[in-house]
T-cell receptor
Framework: AQTVTQSQPEMSVQEAETVTLSCTYD???????LFWYKQPPSRQMILVIR??????QNATENRFSVNFQKAAKSFSLKISDSQLGDAAMYFC???????????????FGTGTRLKVLA | DAMVIQNPRYQVTQFGKPVTLSCSQT?????MYWYQQKSSQAPKLLFH???????NEADTPDNFQSRRPNTSFCFLDIRSPGLGDAAMYLC???????????FGPGTRLLVL
């Protein structure tokens, strides 16, 4: 069974600095998707960045980038030039491409709470 | 603006009293999902609809049912809520199963 692990329950970063959130996963599949979602306090979850496993190039989205290490099953998120609005819970998620018994696997990690210090 | 709407935002029910949570979308997406998120835990997928095709996760309790009468609406029915069902329930949509999911703001359910 697939698992997603976020080993940092909480992280802090100074405004304008860079922070990296860790995520590791376990799967026997060769093709899949990985996501980082952001959930601000009392607000809805939104997609930050997405990575297809078959792509070797790391995804980037403005100040957000990932370090995808497929062999190590690692998928970390780097936030550059941190802003106060980046404070949120960040979830790493795994999405299978192929089905097993007709169901798709969409698995979230337990989240990392990011605090941004002014 | 196209969006995912969940009503109500907060729901209080009594132990054993059936409750229905609602989700609507203006994105015209094919897929709608229901997640349960307990405090300080990861969201857990309960089930999803691809159009009218219902897909239940293997470990979703029978106490949880869902209905999708049309593309725009999807309902989560909890037949006999227990104290352990108190959680945030998140609805999400995507154009296809492999597309990005868009989440609603969630409904926080309290069971007394």
């Amino acid at each position: 069974a697939q698992t997603v692990t976020q080993s940092q329950p909480e992280m802090s970063v100074q405004e304008a600095e860079t922070v990296t959130l860790s995520c590791t996963y376990d799967t026997s599949e060769s093709d899949y998707y990985l996501f980082w979602y952001k959930q601000p306090p009392s607000r809805q979850m939104i997609l930050v960045i997405r990575q297809e496993a078959y792509k070797q190039q790391n995804a980037t989205e403005n100040r957000f980038s990932v370090n995808f290490q497929k062999a190590a099953k690692s998928f970390s998120l780097k936030i550059s030039d941190s802003q106060l609005g980046d404070a949120a819970m960040y979830f790493c998620a795994y999405r299978s491409v192929t089905t097993t018994s007709g169901t798709y696997k969409y698995i979230f990690g337990t989240g990392t709470r990011l605090k941004v210090l002014a | 603006d196209a969006m995912v709407i969940q009503n109500p935002r907060y729901q209080v029910t009594q132990f054993g009293k059936p409750v229905t949570l609602s989700c609507s979308q203006t994105l015209n997406h094919n897929v709608m999902y229901w997640y349960q998120q307990k405090s300080s835990q990861a969201p857990k997928l309960l089930f999803h609809y691809y159009d009218k095709d219902f897909n239940n996760e293997a470990d979703t309790p029978d106490n949880f049912q869902s209905r999708r009468p049309n593309t725009s609406f999807c309902f989560l029915d909890i037949r006999s809520p227990g104290l352990g069902d108190a959680a945030m329930y998140l609805c999400a949509t995507s154009r296809g199963r492999q597309e990005t999911q868009y989440f609603g703001p969630g409904t926080r359910l309290l069971v007394l």
